[in-house]
């Protein structure tokens, strides 16, 4: 009896109800039983999970703590949070769940990028927190911490290499959490790039990009590390519209592929779902409306308008795609505003004539008040 999943069930019903573990009780779960740890730390559980439909497309969002309370003498304080921490929502589902703090206690820095690794063979999800800035002097931080979903605790990560920068281009692919551009302290834009292998917990070096690239938007399409826009030092703020894919199977960067983006355009909003195929599609905001666009055509492929961007939530801070063609926008209806999480959905209907015709609507959910802050960084991981 010691050996069963749970006691009096066939084996296969009682791994069915395992498999239902919501993400956020896989760590109790974890720990009821030697027999439930290894079964939810086994690479077949979570490939049956997933073939179950019970792993969910979560977002990890770096958010701005919840104001105080308006009652009392500390009322004046309300509102005024530059405290962040890191939440879990399920846009499908609608679930939100805090995830524990920090093991330093110092907070969750300031413009952190953040990425979810596959580790175990890539049948384990893992959060990694990269950079930022200390939330107490503002001083930029090579700091790294791992947050392991079946444990549910944290790690502190080896420190990020070379000059401590800000404001770099992120994005994890398979195990790896790449990192490019940005700016040193001298407010000096790189070119330099590093990667950070989560199972080893190292860090080792790329070869540099071709041009500098401050404040450029890190992507993964079809397994590549892709940099998009960015500006060098001497052009402050004047965004290029060129991007460069690194390949880690070649181990080095591709040609610059131009005008993904307009000249001038920010790529803050850029976004690709995950995806292990060749085929992906970026997303970006572009003139109130969501676009989109053949993210393996270097630099030929358009930009087409997907959906118009509602009234009440066009102040978006966060874009995420999560796979499906199902996109999520996080978001008010002017800036300071209360944040409301839209997700957009595809279904197929027939037209008139019969014919099959594909219909979008943003669906629209309040966030409650205590995960309704301001966010500043996301990144789609499945769990």
Same mark, same amino acid.
């Given at each position: 009896?010691?050996?069963?999943?749970?006691?009096?069930?066939?084996e296969e019903?009682?791994?069915?109800?395992?498999?239902?573990?919501?993400?956020?009780?896989?760590?109790? +779960?974890? @720990?009821?039983?030697?027999?439930?740890?290894? %079964?939810?730390? @086994?690479?077949?559980?979570?490939?049956?999970?997933?073939?179950?439909?019970?792993?969910?497309?979560?977002l990890a969002?770096?958010?701005?703590?919840?104001?105080?309370?308006?009652?009392? /003498?500390?009322?004046?304080?309300?509102?005024? #949070?530059?405290?962040?921490?890191?939440?879990?929502?399920?846009?499908?589902? $609608?679930?939100? *769940?805090?995830?524990?703090?920090?093991?330093? $206690?110092?907070?969750?820095?300031?413009? =952190?990028?953040?990425?979810?690794?596959?580790?175990?063979?890539?049948? &384990?999800?893992?959060?990694?927190?990269?950079?930022?800035?200390?939330?107490?002097?503002?001083?930029?931080?090579?700091?790294?911490?791992?947050?392991?979903?079946? @444990?549910?605790?944290?790690?502190?990560?080896?420190?990020?290499?070379?000059?401590?920068?800000?404001?770099?281009? =992120?994005?994890?692919?398979?195990?790896?959490?790449?990192?490019?551009?940005?700016?040193?302290?001298?407010?000096?834009?790189? &070119?330099?790039?590093?990667?950070?292998?989560? %199972?080893?917990?190292?860090?080792?070096?790329?070869?540099?990009?071709?041009?500098?690239?401050?404040e450029a938007?890190?992507?993964?399409?079809?397994?590549?590390?892709?940099?998009?826009?960015?500006?060098?030092?001497?052009?402050?703020?004047?965004?290029?519209?060129?991007?460069?894919?690194?390949?880690?199977?070649?181990?080095?960067?591709?040609?610059?592929?131009? &005008?993904?983006?307009?000249?001038?355009?920010?790529?803050?909003?850029?976004?690709?779902?995950?995806?292990?195929?060749? $085929?992906?599609?970026?997303?970006?905001?572009?003139?109130?409306?969501?676009? *989109?666009?053949?993210?393996?055509?270097? $630099?030929?492929?358009?930009?087409?308008?997907?959906? @118009?961007? /509602? %009234?009440?939530?066009?102040?978006?801070?966060?874009? *995420?795609?999560?796979?499906?063609?199902?996109?999520?926008?996080?978001?008010?209806? #002017?800036?300071?505003? %209360?944040?409301?999480?839209?997700?957009?959905?595809?279904?197929?209907?027939?037209?008139?004539?019969?014919?099959?015709?594909?219909?979008?609507?943003?669906?629209?959910? +309040?966030?409650? /008040?205590?995960?309704?802050?301001?966010?500043?960084?996301?990144?789609?991981?499945?769990?």
């Amino acid at each position: 009896m010691d050996d069963e999943l749970i006691p009096g069930l066939p084996e296969e019903v009682a791994r069915e109800c395992l498999l239902r573990v919501g993400f956020d009780q896989l760590p109790a +779960a974890r @720990s009821t039983s030697r027999r439930w740890k290894a %079964e939810v730390e @086994s690479p077949f559980y979570h490939r049956l999970r997933r073939a179950r439909g019970m792993a969910r497309p979560l977002l990890a969002l770096a958010q701005a703590e919840p104001p105080l309370a308006a009652a009392g /003498p500390a009322n004046k304080y309300a509102g005024l #949070s530059t405290s962040y921490r890191l939440v879990l929502h399920d846009p499908v589902a $609608g679930g939100w *769940a805090a995830l524990p703090p920090l093991p330093d $206690g110092g907070g969750l820095p300031l413009f =952190c990028q953040l990425a979810a690794v596959a580790a175990c063979g890539g049948e &384990r999800r893992r959060l990694v927190v990269v950079g930022g800035w200390d939330p107490e002097t503002w001083a930029p931080t090579d700091a790294v911490h791992v947050y392991d979903f079946l @444990s549910g605790s944290w790690r502190r990560g080896a420190a990020m290499p070379g000059p401590r920068r800000s404001f770099f281009a =992120c994005a994890a692919a398979g195990r790896w959490v790449f990192v490019a551009g940005g700016h040193d302290e001298e407010k000096n834009a790189l &070119r330099s790039a590093v990667a950070y292998d989560a %199972e080893a917990d190292a860090w080792v070096p790329l070869p540099d990009m071709a041009a500098e690239r401050d404040e450029a938007r890190g992507v993964c399409v079809g397994g590549r590390f892709v940099a998009v826009g960015g500006y060098p030092t001497e052009a402050q703020g004047r965004f290029a519209g060129s991007a460069e894919a690194f390949d880690p199977a070649a181990w080095a960067w591709g040609p610059v592929q131009e &005008r993904v983006l307009d000249e001038g355009t920010c790529p803050r909003t850029c976004c690709a779902a995950p995806a292990p195929a060749a $085929g992906a599609t970026m997303y970006m905001l572009r003139d109130g409306h969501l676009a *989109a666009r053949d993210a393996t055509n270097n $630099g030929g492929a358009a930009w087409r308008a997907v959906a @118009s961007l /509602p %009234e009440d939530g066009r102040a978006v801070t966060a874009l *995420a795609a999560i796979g499906d063609g199902r996109v999520v926008a996080i978001g008010a209806g #002017s800036h300071g505003g %209360e944040q409301a999480v839209y997700l957009l959905t595809t279904e197929e209907s027939g037209d008139k004539n019969g014919a099959a015709a594909a219909a979008q609507s943003w669906a629209r959910a +309040a966030a409650p /008040p205590e995960f309704a802050g301001y966010v500043q960084a996301a990144c789609c991981v499945e769990v």
